[in-house]
């Protein structure tokens, strides 16, 4: 079953360094996201992406955060200068356009990212 | 007001038991969707059941099944013949929407332990 991927599987940045996290989603998908879960919290919605652009950001996805999708494959997300508060699990997920809302989004196995 | 509220951080069950997990939500559109992840202790967010706010029936994939209902908007997933493997953290969420890009919206999730 084709599934989401994520890379590093755990990615430990100093604070104030730019990361980047990648993952490639599944790849007849349209719909791209990024979630954070920052340890024993729970899941949180960063950004979401189609056609080449930010469809819906929250709160949290400020000027440090970027998502850019460089070729037809990677997804990724950027942070420019990370902060303590960045650690967390970031999870990829991707989903199908396909009519009314019953297709679930798909999750990577998550990038754990520890800010020192 | 929370949008997903899971009002069990813990719950136990023997394995061979059925066990309800409880997910009540809050939303004024009429189209959305709930969905179940299950997320094992090694962190992968793994998809366990849909259920729309127009389905007619109540939605079930092999052991798990979703007491949906709607007037008193929840959305309680119910774990059949429990096994250790279901031992995990369950997250209920919410789009909200008839697309399918809309964001996913947590609950605080809820842990189960499965016993001999």
């Known amino acids: 079953e084709p599934e989401v991927t994520q890379t590093p599987s755990h990615q430990v940045t100093q604070m104030g360094q730019e990361v980047i996290l990648r993952c490639v989603p599944i790849?007849?998908?349209?719909?791209f996201y990024w979630y954070r879960q920052i340890l024993g919290q729970k899941v949180e919605f960063l950004v979401s992406?189609?056609?080449?652009?930010?469809?819906?950001k929250s709160e949290i996805f400020d000027d440090q955060f970027s998502v850019e999708r460089p070729d037809g494959s990677n997804f990724t997300l950027k942070i420019r200068s990370t902060k303590l508060e960045d650690s967390a699990m970031y999870f990829c997920?991707?989903?199908?356009?396909?009519?009314?809302?019953?297709?679930?989004?798909?999750f990577g196995d998550g990038t754990r990212l520890s800010i020192l | 007001a929370q949008k997903i509220t899971q009002t069990q951080p813990g719950m136990f069950v023997q394995e061979k038991e059925a066990v309800t997990l409880d997910c009540t939500y809050d939303?004024?559109?009429?189209?959305?969707?709930l969905f179940w992840y299950k997320q094992p202790s090694s962190g992968e967010m793994i998809f366990l059941i849909y259920?729309?706010?127009?389905?007619?029936q109540n939605a079930t994939e092999g052991r798990y099944s979703l007491n949906f209902q709607k007037a008193r908007k929840s959305a309680n997933l119910v774990i059949s013949a429990s096994q250790l493997g279901d031992s995990a953290m369950y997250f209920c969420?919410?789009?909200?929407?008839?697309?399918?890009?809309?964001?996913?919206?947590f609950g605080t999730g809820t842990r189960l332990q499965v016993t001999l």
């Open positions: 997920a991707s989903s199908e356009v396909e009519g009314f809302s019953n297709q679930p989004q798909h």
């Open positions: 790849s007849n998908h349209l719909y």
């Open positions: 992406f189609y056609n080449n652009e930010i469809s819906e």
């Open positions: 939303t004024s559109d009429p189209s959305y969707g």
């Open positions: 259920q729309g706010s127009y389905d007619q």
């Open positions: 969420a919410m789009r909200e929407g008839a697309g399918t890009a809309s964001k996913l919206t």
